[in-house]
C-alpha cells in the first residue's frame, strides 16, 4: 500500500509562501532555498519535531518552514563565550538551566505554530522542571547572533515573535557590526537597553552579569 504523504511533503506555490517574510528577500539565503531542503513548506510543530533529520538548520515561522545558514567559525566563538560566562555562573548558582542550539516551541500566532532555534536560551528552574522532550512555551532568555544574511530576520522576525511570545529579555551579538544590542519586555513591548559601561546586568538570569569586554574580545577583528 502506497504511504499518504504528509501535507508539509507537497511542494507550496508561490501563493501559499509565507508572505513579505524578511528572510525570503535577505541576500545570501539562495543556498538554503535550494531545491531538496524542506524550505518554504508548511507543516504544524508536530510535523516539523517528528521530520527526518536531513541535515540543514530548519526554524518554523508561522507554519513556514525556514532554513538558517550554517554558523561561522567567528559566529560559533561568540555564542560560546556568552555560553561559558552563564554556565559558570549557573555552576554557583543553579537557578534554571542552559540550552544551546534547541529548538523551542513557543506556540502560535496567527493560527500557526511558531519553532525558533537560538544559539543559547535560558530556562528558569520551574520551566525546566515541566519540560518533557520538547521545549514548549517561552524561555526568560534568548540568545541570537547575526550570521550571514540573518540580520533583518533577527532584528524583525524574531525580535517580533520573541516579544510576542512573551520572552523576558533577547540579546543579539552583531560581530560584524561590533554591536550588541539587549531587549527587555516591558508591559508585552521590548525595550532597547543601554548597558552600563563594559558589564550588562541581565534580569532574565536574576544575579548574572555578563562581561562585554570578553564578548566583544570573540568579535572578528
Not at 16 to 30: T, Y
Not at 123 to 128: D, G, K, R, S, V
Request: hydrophobic content about 40%.
Amino acid at each position: 500500500m502506497r504511504r499518504r504523504a504528509h501535507a508539509w511533503e507537497q511542494r507550496l506555490t508561490e501563493a501559499d509562501r509565507h508572505p513579505n517574510d524578511p528572510i525570503l528577500m535577505e541576500p545570501g539565503w539562495a543556498e538554503a532555498r535550494a531545491e531538496g531542503t524542506l524550505q518554504g513548506l508548511r507543516m504544524t510543530a508536530d510535523e516539523f519535531f517528528d521530520r527526518p533529520d536531513d541535515g540543514y538548520r530548519y526554524e518554523l515561522v508561522e507554519g513556514v518552514v525556514v532554513t538558517s545558514p550554517s554558523p561561522r567559525l567567528r559566529h560559533q566563538a561568540v555564542a560560546m563565550e556568552i555560553i561559558r560566562q552563564i554556565n559558570v555562573f549557573l555552576t554557583r548558582r543553579p537557578i534554571g538551566q542552559l540550552l544551546a542550539e534547541t529548538d523551542m516551541h513557543l506556540g502560535r500566532a496567527k493560527g500557526r505554530d511558531c519553532v525558533y532555534r537560538p544559539e543559547a536560551l535560558f530556562m528558569t528552574a520551574e520551566h525546566w522542571a515541566r519540560a518533557g522532550d520538547r521545549l514548549v512555551g517561552p524561555p526568560a532568555l534568548a540568545v541570537e547572533v547575526v550570521s550571514q544574511g540573518s540580520r533583518r530576520y533577527d532584528r524583525i522576525t524574531k525580535k517580533a515573535d520573541y516579544e510576542r511570545f512573551g520572552i523576558l529579555e533577547y540579546w543579539l551579538m552583531d560581530p560584524e557590526r561590533d554591536a550588541m544590542t539587549f531587549w527587555r519586555l516591558r508591559a508585552g513591548r521590548y525595550v532597547e537597553i543601554e548597558p552600563g559601561g563594559k558589564r550588562f546586568a541581565g534580569e532574565a538570569i536574576p544575579g548574572f552579569v555578563l562581561d562585554l569586554a570578553k564578548v566583544r574580545k570573540s568579535f572578528p577583528r
